[in-house]
């Protein structure tokens, strides 16, 4: 094969190889624990968080949005947990690159204390 040919398989392989993750868990409370808790509903909130492709080519802050906006969430709220959340997600295009833009609308809770079983 010639250097051409070499190029463009290798461009083909990392173009189809993509990129991998892990999945992210944005609530820590199972419903089987929350039934072993009590718990205080707060009111519903949103919040978000965003990243950039710097020439869409270069993330910056990109793999960590949902557990960015997550921790706000709870740092605002004071909040132990958050239980029915919701994600949205958007894209806005600039010349420099492209924003990525998460929303989580959930529900806060404050974990009490273990329940009394009887």
Known sequence: MDNKKIAVVSLLVLALAGCTSTPVRLTQTSAEDLAEYDYKKLPEMTTGAASFA?????????????????????????????????????????????????????????INKKKKRS
């Open 54 to 110: 710097l020439f869409f080519l270069i993330p910056i802050k990109a793999g960590s949005c949902e557990v960015r906006a997550r921790n706000e969430m709870l740092k605002r709220s004071g909040a132990d947990d958050i239980i029915n959340p919701s994600l949205s997600s958007s894209y806005v295009w600039t010349p420099a690159g492209a924003i990525h833009r998460v929303k989580i609308t959930a529900t806060p809770i404050i």
